[in-house]
């Protein structure tokens, strides 16, 4: 996935976890999120909240049942409005960030001059793992999610 973040318009990412958009039915995921710009705390770099990842989240975003929208179960962590627990990862162009499916992250919007793209993709192990009907990405016929191994 490709995420723009414009100088002086690229939008606040609101905190979450991965885990939430993308179910494997307890299978660990990792995103990978590569800074094409310098993530820089003016721009939008990421926000953590340390160890917020040993807290599993029931807070999911389903397909709804005819598949024309969303719908959210469960609650969001304690912690994910508690400010001061957030530490920023600032983050040179090209780098590899990678972010447990569990932890808690966001981002604040562009106030820079400068661009804050960045590419991300998510991992986790098929073998053993259940993908969710109810999650908003589903394969085709054609096969689009790829097994590495």
């Known amino acids: 996935m490709y995420i723009f973040k414009s100088p ?9 976890k991965d885990s939430s ?4 039915g307890g299978t660990p995921m ?6 094409l710009d310098d993530a820089l705390l003016d ?6 909240i340390p160890g917020s990842h040993k807290e599993a989240s029931t807070l999911k ?4 049942d005819e598949n024309t929208g969303f719908v959210y179960t469960g609650t969001k962590n304690d912690n994910f409005s508690k400010d001061e627990e ?16 569990e932890v808690v992250h966001k981002s604040y919007r562009n106030s820079s001059p400068r661009p804050r ?33």
């Open 30 to 35: 990792v995103g990978f999120w590569i800074p």
């Open 117 to 149: 793209n960045a590419f991300t993709f998510h991992l986790y192990e098929g073998q053993g793992a259940d993908w969710a009907k109810t999650n908003w990405n589903q394969p085709t016929e054609k096969g689009t999610f790829v097994e590495l191994y």
């Open 86 to 101: 957030y530490v920023s990862a600032e983050a040179k162009r090209g780098s590899l960030v990678l972010i447990h499916g």
């Open 43 to 48: 721009n939008g770099c990421l926000w953590f």
């Open 8 to 16: 002086g318009i690229g939008g606040e990412v609101v905190p979450h």
């Open 21 to 24: 958009f993308l179910h494997t």
């Open 61 to 64: 975003m389903n397909s709804n």
